[in-house]
């Protein structure tokens, strides 16, 4: 695997052990061009960075080394772990974004981010549970690296997770309200065991991590509504890959 050392000015001070590294979190760079996000990543003036950046060519950029902090981040939880920059190595996938005209994700870009996936999970015994958007981690706040990211098939390479509901039942159950406040309470603790941290403080709090979930495992539709579907989503992800103790 060829990676191009381009290294950012934007790390922690203190070096971290390889014990504290606990995740790996995808991002989209959403921004105009390679260039230009290559640019921010690196510049002391916008204070972030990620340790890798991978183009549409699936050209591999070493921004930070995995024993440094990088600054992808920001605000966020996933499972016991706060202000993830901490716990996590970061992978931006070079992509406009949502703002500037979302595209597929490349075929040369995703077999980068397989390979450099493998490695990380053999170096550091990432749980696959542990591989996630930021997204997942910063609901409330981003949405990236968005619905064309393609989970299903990296959870075949055991990259991240994924489902084995039967789609017909699925598919049925698509906005289907025939659930009770204790499936509802029974669904929010399902997304808690795999990782995903509620805020109630307010209603659109819940309509957002919700929608965070939908992004990330029924894309089909995202419209930060609770339907039978994503409870069972959600229970069957619950009782396969349930946090040990
Ligand atoms: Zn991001």
Redesign the pocket.
Known sequence: MKIINYYSPNIGIKKRSAKSIKTIII??TGMQSERESLKRLCSPKYKVSSHFLINQKGRIYRLVEDFQIAW?AGKSCWGKYKNLNNNSIGIELVNKGHKFGYTNFTKSQLSSLIKICKSLIKKYKIKKRNIIG?SDIAPLR?I?PGEKFPWKNLAKKNIGIWHNCQLNLLKKSRKSKLFTRKDRTQFIKNLNSIGYCFSFKKKSYFNKTLQAFQRHYRKELINGFLDKECIIIAQNLSKNFKKTP
Request: charged share 35%; hydrophobic share 0%.
């Open positions: 991002h989209y992808h930021h981003k990236d």
